[in-house]
């Protein structure tokens, strides 16, 4: 198949496009195309009109990080703003490819890699796409400091979010701003329990996050959840959430709250900046 596209970009007169798959963790595989009619191969369909475009893949020899971007407009029927909010794009496996339009069959791989940090703004969005190399960049080992370094609910953390104990489902009475939500009283959970939780919407039959809360508070009898960003769209009264625990990352929490101090990966007595620039004191007695 490159043999192939080598000869067609050697005749001069080529007919060629570019041409994405993205493979989510869901599951779900999305193909997009910069060419003005669709595109079908290796049992994809690559959908124009998208307004996804790319930037100039950069390159280079050795274990150099291959770098591009994409941007593309925010539609319902691509990528939609709710699926990047809920997550469903952090870490989707993205081919690029070189192809002939008029022969797909004539095609050859450009890029392959994830995608990266997400944008998103006035009805739009621009992903950083990072090659496979971008593994070798990260840092490898252990931070020592006195927080939690897991993520509760994780294979670390071993905390069960679903437990009753620490998520509870709830009708929404009003909301404002698509940021301040109030709910009816939670009794058995303290004020506070839910700050810097998630807090997840049932989207196509399963539970999102759409949010994390800022502040978990009571007010006249009603649960005020703010977020630190606005939903989407502004939820319609009735609508039904989960409020998931948060956790402050500090070792008492995790013994309190959570009872999972035989799992706190931090270092709670780890000595402190006042400890480390400390000095000697002489003392004159008489």
């Not at 593994?135 to 609910?153: D, M, T, Y």
Request: glycine share 10%.
């Amino acid at each position: 198949m490159q043999e192939a596209l080598l000869a067609h970009l050697r005749s001069g007169s080529t007919t060629v496009c570019r041409a994405w798959a993205v493979r989510r963790k869901d599951g779900e595989v999305l193909g997009f195309t910069d060419h003005d009619n669709d595109l079908e191969f290796e049992d994809i369909v690559f959908v124009a009109r998208t307004g996804l475009t790319a930037r100039a893949l950069q390159q280079s020899t050795g274990l150099s990080v291959d770098n591009s971007e994409a941007t593309g407009a925010l539609t319902d029927a691509a990528v939609r703003e709710e699926d990047i909010l809920a997550g469903l794009y952090d870490g989707a496996e993205v081919t690029a490819f070189q192809v002939n339009w008029e022969n797909v069959d004539e095609r050859s791989i450009l890029f392959r890699g994830t995608f990266g940090e997400i944008v998103r703004a006035e009805g739009a969005f621009r992903v950083e796409l990072r090659g496979l190399t971008e593994a070798l960049n990260r840092p490898i080992g252990h931070v020592f400091h006195a927080e939690c370094s897991a993520v509760l609910g994780d294979g670390r953390c071993k905390v069960d979010l679903k437990n009753a104990a620490f998520s509870v489902q709830a009708e929404l009475r009003s909301e404002r701003d698509a940021r301040i939500l109030s709910f009816d009283a939670l009794p058995g959970f303290a004020a506070g329990w839910f700050g810097s939780g998630r807090l997840l919407q049932e989207i196509n039959g399963q539970w999102r996050p759409c949010g994390v809360i800022k502040q978990d508070r009571t007010v006249l009898g009603a649960r005020i959840i703010e977020l630190w960003q606005p939903l989407v769209t502004p939820p319609p009264g009735g609508s039904l959430f989960t409020l998931e625990a948060g956790c402050d990352k500090r070792s008492t929490t995790c013994q309190a709250r959570f009872a999972n101090f035989l799992n706190f990966r931090g270092f709670p007595h780890i000595p402190g900046e006042d400890w480390l620039r400390a000095s000697p004191s002489v003392s004159v007695s008489g």
